[in-house]
């Protein structure tokens, strides 16, 4: 995981990265109990556009792709806030693998 590189889709208006809550108790939590979400990761450019223009296809020209070492993913959840990473599998139906991080 480390030594992969990883796609990011980053909003071009506010900055924040495209997340996944995947419970649906988070949106009932108080503010204080929720967390940064799931940091959605792509293993390749085209698997991250693909779901972006089948997910969201009227909100695409809104995103950017980034790319960033696995080794910086520590980083950058902490910075961000991230509880875990969304691995998307299959970008089309979607397939996502939840992985929660240890603190």
């Not at 988070?26 to 940064?36: H, L, M």
């Not at 296809?57 to 696995?70: K, M, N, Q, Y």
């Amino acid at each position: 995981m480390f030594s992969q590189v990883y796609y990011l889709l980053r909003s071009k208006i506010d900055g924040q990265y495209l997340v996944a809550h995947p419970r649906s108790d988070a949106a009932e939590a108080p503010e204080s109990e929720k967390t940064g979400g799931f940091l959605m990761l792509f293993s390749a450019d085209h698997e991250a556009l693909s779901y972006l223009n089948t997910h969201g296809a009227e909100v695409a020209d809104r995103f950017s792709l980034e790319t960033i070492p696995g080794a910086r993913l520590g980083q950058l959840m902490d910075r961000w806030g991230f509880e875990g990473v969304g691995i998307v599998k299959d970008p089309l139906l979607p397939q996502v693998d939840f992985l929660r991080r240890e603190t």
